[in-house]
């Protein structure tokens, strides 16, 4: 089956950017997507990208995709305190279901 | 507002017994998913279903059933449940036909088994 694989923890300072990597093996992945959660609550969409695309821009997030590597990035500029939360990587596989990683922690400190 | 909700934001049961999870969408969607969630491990996904009376087996599908009467509606079952079902676990739907196949999420059950 599909491994997706993220670094588990990132720190960064209140205004800094931050860059949150994943890999995936299964290159037929037509969609892959980034989901956050914040304490006690369920996984919400942040955004996502199509195979075809290298780059997608959404307000202060940038979805990187190098499709060559298998290499997944979410870049949050100008990051907030807010944005602390946990942050899933998930290409689509199959009809309709995702693989999830396991989970990059992102804590900003002010 | 599409609405996922499960009917118990904490549960604590025995072992051996058995156990009912629900969920519960309101935006019409076909399919419907059970994961479950645990430290270091991200999210596994149990079971998932893409109509009424259908479903399909997961990667973690043992120890745990499902059951869809009614479209808005997917129940997780634990038949017995043991301690290793200690766990966060997380229904979500999502669109049949969607161009994006983005998946809702409910805040999720923390089930303790003792």
């Known amino acids: 089956g599909e491994d997706v694989e993220q670094s588990l923890f990132l720190s960064v300072r209140e205004g800094d950017s931050s860059v949150i990597n994943c890999t995936y093996t299964?290159?037929?992945?037509?969609?892959l997507y980034w989901y956050k959660q914040e304490p006690g609550a369920g996984l919400q969409l942040l955004t996502y990208?199509?195979?075809?695309?290298d780059m997608k821009q959404d307000q202060r997030l940038t979805v990187l995709l190098n499709k060559k590597d298998k290499h997944l990035s979410l870049r949050i500029a100008d990051t907030q305190t807010g944005d602390s939360a946990i942050y899933f990587c998930?290409?689509?596989?199959?009809?309709?279901?995702?693989?999830f990683g396991k989970g990059t922690m992102l804590l900003v400190s002010p | 507002d599409v609405k996922v909700t499960q009917s118990s934001r904490y549960l604590v049961k025995r072992t051996g017994e058995k156990v009912f999870l629900e969920c519960v969408q309101d935006?019409?969607?076909?399919?419907m998913f059970w994961y479950r969630q645990d430290p270091g491990l991200g999210l596994r996904l149990i079971y998932f279903?893409?109509?009424?009376?259908?479903?399909e087996k997961g990667d973690i599908p043992e120890g745990y059933s499902v059951s869809r009467e009614k479209k808005e509606r997917f129940s997780l079952i634990l038949e017995s449940a043991s301690t290793n079902q200690t766990s966060m676990y997380l229904c979500?739907?999502?669109?049949?036909?969607?161009?994006?196949?983005?998946?809702?999420f409910g805040p999720g059950t923390r089930l303790t088994v003792t």
């Open positions: 998930a290409p689509r596989r199959g009809y309709s279901t995702l693989t």
């Open positions: 299964d290159s037929s992945s037509t969609y």
């Open positions: 990208i199509f195979s075809n695309m």
């Open positions: 935006m019409d969607h076909e399919n």
């Open positions: 279903s893409y109509d009424v009376k259908m479903k």
């Open positions: 979500a739907s999502s669109p049949r036909g969607s161009s994006t196949y983005e998946q809702y």
